[in-house]
């Protein structure tokens, strides 16, 4: 069974940083792909940033040039850092994975609010 665990959400200020990490437990072996998606309130759930078995990368355009993706050594855990905050980034942060037989995964969700 697959367990994703997100950690690293807070409050910071506009213009700060913060550090999400997403921890993978179960088959990770069939995993291929990982990522990052948001929900504000009211907005639908989106893709910010995507990660494949292949580390190849992509980002949503509003997000392209402060956040970046990336996979730990053991390849069951996956950060992203975001700088350069803005106050309409605020959202709950899911971590998601598919694998190879296109099923996704979801862990519970980290809140990031960023004050103006």
């Known amino acids: 069974q697959v367990q994703l665990v997100e950690s690293g959400g807070g409050l910071v200020q506009a213009g700060g940083s913060l550090r999400l990490s997403c921890a993978a437990s179960?088959?990770?072996?069939?995993?291929?792909?990982m990522g990052w998606y948001r929900q504000a309130p009211g907005k639908q759930r989106e893709l910010v940033a995507g990660?494949?078995?292949?580390?190849?990368?992509n980002y949503a355009d509003s997000v392209k040039g402060r956040f970046t993706i990336s996979r730990g050594s053991a390849k069951n855990t996956v950060y992203m850092q975001m700088n350069n905050l803005k106050p309409e980034d605020t959202a709950v942060y899911y971590c998601?994975?598919?694998?190879?037989?296109?099923?996704?995964?979801w862990g519970q969700g980290t809140q990031v609010t960023v004050s103006s």
């Open positions: 998601n994975a598919v694998n190879m037989w296109a099923n996704n995964f």
């Open positions: 179960g088959n990770i072996f069939s995993f291929t792909a």
């Open positions: 990660i494949t078995s292949e580390d190849s990368t």
